[in-house]
Nanobody, 130 residues
């Protein structure tokens, strides 16, 4: 059973930084599947934030976080990170990580399409407020 566990959320002032971690239960998940970070603010739909490719480490970002967030991974630790800098109140949300589905149909979807992903973690709350 695949499990993804997020950590690192918290309360931070505007302009501050946080680093989120997503640790996978299986050693090979990061070697074979894209891992994505997503977020859901109260009353809003879940949206893609950033994705990292399994093969070449290529990264993808939502326009709203480009230049402020950086996704990275450490395959030896089975962990994907999301470094969040210059945080804004509108970044407040529950942040989730998820693993790409093992399906050609799913993998043909957009890289941040929620339907491309499965095994969502429990989420970690990020609150940006003064």
């Amino acid at each position: 059973q695949v499990q993804l566990v997020e950590s690192g959320g918290g309360l931070v002032q505007p302009g501050g930084s946080l680093r989120l971690s997503c640790t996978a239960s299986s050693k090979f998940i990061l070697d074979y599947y894209h891992i994505g970070w997503f977020r859901q603010a109260p009353g809003k739909e879940r949206e893609g934030v950033s994705v990292i490719s399994h093969s070449d480490g290529r990264t993808y970002y939502a326009d709203s976080v480009k230049g402020r967030f950086t996704i990275s991974k450490d395959n030896a630790k089975n962990t994907v990170y999301l470094q969040m800098n210059s945080l804004k109140p509108e970044d407040t949300a529950v942040y989730y990580c998820a693993k790409e589905k093992n399906s050609a149909t799913a993998q043909a979807l957009g890289v941040m399409d929620l339907l491309r992903y499965e095994y969502w973690g429990q989420g970690t709350q990020v609150t940006v407020s003064s």
